[in-house]
C-alpha cells in the first residue's frame, strides 16, 4: 500500500530550477495574449467603418478567438506532453508575435481575421502551459501565490482591454492595438528564449485524431453556438444557434464515451474522480458564467438605459478590473495560509449580495454606486477563481495535471460564452415581452423595457451565485496526491 507523501518527497519531485525567471517570461507572454481577447471589442466600430464591413463580420474578429481558443485547449495536455517547455513556448510567442504583426499591417478584413486566428493559436498554447509551470515548480505550501499572478493576468488583462481600446481608438488609429502590442511580445519571445528553461517532462502520446474531430465538433459547436447567441442580434431560438449547440452537444457526448474507453485518452476524464476537482471546476464555471454576462449586460445597460457615454462606462467599469488583479496575488497567499473554505465562502457570499443588488439599479442611480458594485463584484470574483481552481488542481496526482488544466481551461471558454448568451438572452426577452403590445414606443418606454429585462437577467445571476455558495460549503483542502502508484 502507498504510504502518504511526505513534505519532502513532494520537494523532491520538483524539478531544480529557480521558479520566478521561468514565470516571469510565461506571465508576460501570457498577459498580452489574454489582453487581445477583449481590446478588441471597443474597436469594432472603427474596423468596420474603416475596412467597409458589417457588424456581424466585424464580430468575426471576437469569435473566431474564442471559438480557436474553444478547440485547441482541449489538446493542450497532448502539447505539454509531447514537447518541452521551451518549443512550447518559443511556438506560442512566435505564433502570437506573427498574428500581430498580420492584424497590424492587414490591407482587408480576411488578412486582419487571419492575424486574429494566428493569435488564438499561440494564446491557446499559452496559458494551459503557464498553469501547468506553476503546478511542475511550485510546492503545493506556496502554489496558491504563484496561481494568484497567473490570476492577475487571466482576470486583469481582459478587464482593462476595452478600457485600453477605448483610449487608443480615442487618439488613435485601431492598427496602434496591435502595433503597441508587438514590442511587447517581441521582448517576451527574446526574453523566453534566453531565461526559460524545460520543467515539464515530454512523453511520446498517440494523438488520436478521431478523439480530435470530435472535441473540435464538440467544443466548437458550443462556443460558436452560444457566442452567436450572445452577440444581442441573434437568441438562442435562431436556428444556426441550434444546429451549432446540437452538434457540439452531440459531439461532445460522443467524445467522452470515447476517453472513457481510450487506454491513452486525449482528455483523462479520471480527473472527474476526484471530488474537489469537480466541486471547484462547477464553482469557477458558475462564476466565469455571471462575470462574463456582467460585462456584457452592463455596458449595454448604462449606455442604452443610464445613458451613460462608452468611456465614462469604461471607466465605471475600470477600478473594479484594477482591483481585482491586485486582491488575485493577495488572495492566493492567504490561500497558502487559511486554504479555501475562509476565502471561498465569504466570496461567493459577497457575490450573492452584490448582484442581488443589481436588481435595483434603475435609471438615475449615480455612476458611483456602480462603480462601487462593480468593485464588490470583481473582488468577490478574486476571492473564489483562483483559490477554487488550485485547491480542485492540488487534488489531482502528477500525471493528471495537463489534463486537469486542459479541462478548467476549456470549460472557463465555453462557461464565459455560454453565460453571456444566456443573460443577453434574457435581458432581450423581457426587454421584448416589456414592449409587446406598443406599436411604436417612445424613448421612456424604450428606456423601461430595456430595465425590466436587465434586472431579469440580474436576477438570473443572482440565482448562478447562490448555487456557487451552496457549492462552495463542500469545499474541503486536502493534501494532493503526487505520485501515480497512490
Known sequence: MAHAPTTAEIKEDLPNVKPIPILAVLLSGAFVAILNETILNVALQAIMGDLGVNSSTAQWLVTSYMLVIGILIPISAYFIQRFTTRQLFITAMTLFTLGTIVAGFSPTFAFLLIGRIVQAVGTAIMIPLLMNVILAVIPQERRGAA?????????????????????????????????????????????????????????????????????TIGFGGIVYGFSTAGKGDSSLADPIVIASLAAGFIGLAAFAFRQIKMKDPLLDLRVFRYPMFAFGLIIVMLVMMTMFALMLVLPIYMQSALLFTAIATGLIMLPG??????????????????????????????????????????????????????????????????????????????????????????????SGAIGAAIFISIMET?????????????????????????????????IFAIIALVIALFIRSKKPKTTESE
Open 147 to 215: 496561481m494568484g499572478m497567473m490570476g492577475l493576468v487571466i482576470m486583469f488583462a481582459p478587464a482593462i482591454g476595452p478600457t485600453v481600446s477605448g483610449f487608443i481608438i480615442e487618439g488613435l488609429s485601431w492598427r496602434w492595438i496591435f502595433f503597441l502590442v508587438i514590442p511587447i511580445a517581441l521582448f517576451s519571445l527574446v526574453f523566453g528564449y534566453f531565461v526559460l528553461k524545460n520543467v515539464t517532462k515530454t512523453s511520446k502520446p498517440k494523438l488520436d485524431l478521431f478523439s480530435f474531430l470530435l472535441s
Open 321 to 414: 478590473g484594477i482591483i481585482n488583479g491586485a486582491m488575485s496575488p493577495i488572495m492566493g497567499r492567504i490561500f497558502d495560509k487559511v486554504g479555501p473554505r475562509p476565502i471561498i465562502i465569504p466570496g461567493a457570499i459577497l457575490l450573492v449580495i452584490t448582484v442581488f443588488t443589481y436588481r435595483f439599479s434603475t435609471p438615475g442611480v449615480d455612476e458611483w454606486i456602480l462603480a462601487i458594485q462593480h468593485i464588490f463584484v470583481m473582488v468577490s470574483v478574486a476571492m473564489i477563481m483562483m483559490p477554487a481552481q488550485t485547491n480542485g488542481l492540488n487534488h489531482l496526482p502528477r500525471h493528471l495535471y495537463p489534463h486537469g488544466t486542459a479541462i478548467f481551461n476549456t470549460l472557463m471558454q465555453v
Open 430 to 462: 423581457g426587454r421584448s415581452n416589456a414592449l409587446s403590445g406598443i406599436e411604436d414606443p417612445t424613448a421612456t418606454q424604450q428606456i423601461e423595457a430595456l430595465t425590466i429585462g436587465a434586472q431579469q437577467s440580474f436576477s438570473f445571476g443572482f
